[in-house]
């Protein structure tokens, strides 16, 4: 078959969605089919090692984000399509905002949480609308979904009831295992400051749908209760208040560091290094950071939410977002203070053996002949 998958959250700075799209890539080229993937550009280190191991890559040249480009950016989309003639096209990134018209073959989408119809104080009202009619225009034309868990599949299915009788399977995030090996992060400014640190460790975006202000302030009462770990955050600047805050924070604690966003070697340092890896999400669609730090058997301390539960069982040491604000920091920081630093590997390992590449490539591969 020819499959072309379209890779934009993979261009420059690689998304979440660019990491779940990049490791089904990685496992999707060792098959007998032909992969060939769109992107507005190729400025990311995983694009350069996709381009080193041969695979096509057909870009539009412009970086795109906003609303106005992606419309642009599916024109490009749609010609090349009625260019190339594949079997089947691939959109991770949910939502297709043009009819692709001329294009005769099959179309598969992953859904990764209904997050703007759930969770619309996050997004803004009119982002919410824009969502709703796009992911109902996209299921029109829809022959196949993916969902990375049964959560994101019981949500869609609530808003869209259409969407139970599209063809579909749970196709969970790829983790490849790197406990095992020596994270070879070189020179880099992260290795010369971690060394010999104990900290609390946060990645992701920094913005209030994942907890961070949450966090924060846990963390302060968790020194004022006479904790002495340190604390070290890595992701995207989203939130001006969250940016704020951690401004204000690190005035006061020489020992809170905020990195912005990091690559991937520095992530894995980071997760090798820390003490215990604290995820406060408010929404999660699925929470891969939860099994890198699995990786490395990781003390993990998350909110409760059912996804987190799903995908990481009782591995997890839960915190409750249940009553108001102030009950969900102080159970947050009570569970920083007597976390458990003891875990069961052997738990751990069968947690992780769900998202090996192997296990979840063979799947994919099976998935796309059957489509």
Not at 235 to 242: P, S, V
Not at 250 to 270: E, H
Not at 277 to 303: H, Q, W
């Amino acid at each position: 078959m020819r499959i072309v998958i379209d890779a934009r959250t993979l261009g420059s700075k690689p998304s979440g969605i660019g990491i779940y799209a990049f490791n089904y890539i990685k496992e999707l080229i060792k098959s007998r089919h032909q992969i060939i993937l769109l992107t507005d550009v190729a400025k990311s280190e995983e694009m350069s090692f996709l381009k080193e191991e041969g695979v096509e890559i057909i870009q539009y040249g412009v970086s795109t984000y906003r609303s106005a480009q992606v419309l642009k950016y599916f024109e490009f989309v749609k010609e090349q399509l009625v260019k190339v003639k594949p079997d089947l096209f691939w959109e991770p990134n949910v939502l297709i905002p043009h009819k692709l018209s001329g294009y005769q073959g099959k179309i598969m989408i992953t859904i990764h949480d209904m997050f703007p119809v759930t969770h619309v104080q996050y997004f803004g009202w009119k982002y919410g609308l824009y969502f709703r009619f796009m992911l109902a225009k996209t299921l029109k034309n829809t022959d196949m979904i993916l969902y990375d868990s049964q959560e994101t599949k019981r949500e869609t299915e609530r808003f869209y009831p259409s969407a139970a009788k599209k063809r579909n399977c749970i196709q969970y995030v790829i983790v490849p295992r790197t406990a095992a090996e020596p994270v070879q992060a070189g020179e880099s400014v992260i290795e010369k400051n971690i060394l010999d640190k104990e900290y609390f460790l946060y990645v992701g975006n920094m913005e209030k749908r994942k907890g961070v202000d949450l966090l924060l302030d846990a963390f302060e009462q968790y020194r004022k209760n006479g904790g002495q770990k340190a604390l070290i955050l890595a992701g995207k600047r989203r939130e001006t208040d969250i940016d704020n805050r951690i401004a204000q924070i690190t005035k006061v604690y020489d020992d809170v560091t905020y990195y912005g966003y990091v690559s991937d070697a520095d992530k894995q340092t980071l997760y090798q290094k820390c003490t215990c890896f604290i995820f406060p999400s408010r929404a999660e669609g699925f929470g891969i950071c939860v099994l890198e730090a699995m990786n490395y058997y990781k003390p993990v301390i998350t909110s409760d939410l059912s996804i987190f539960k799903e995908i990481a069982a009782n591995c997890a040491q839960y915190f409750s977002l249940e009553g108001n604000r102030g009950a969900q920091v102080d159970d947050l920081s009570q569970r920083m203070s007597d976390f458990c630093i003891d875990i069961d590997k052997k738990a751990y390992d069968e947690v992780m053996e769900r998202y090996l590449p192997g296990r979840l490539g063979k799947e994919i591969v099976d998935v796309l002949e059957n489509v």
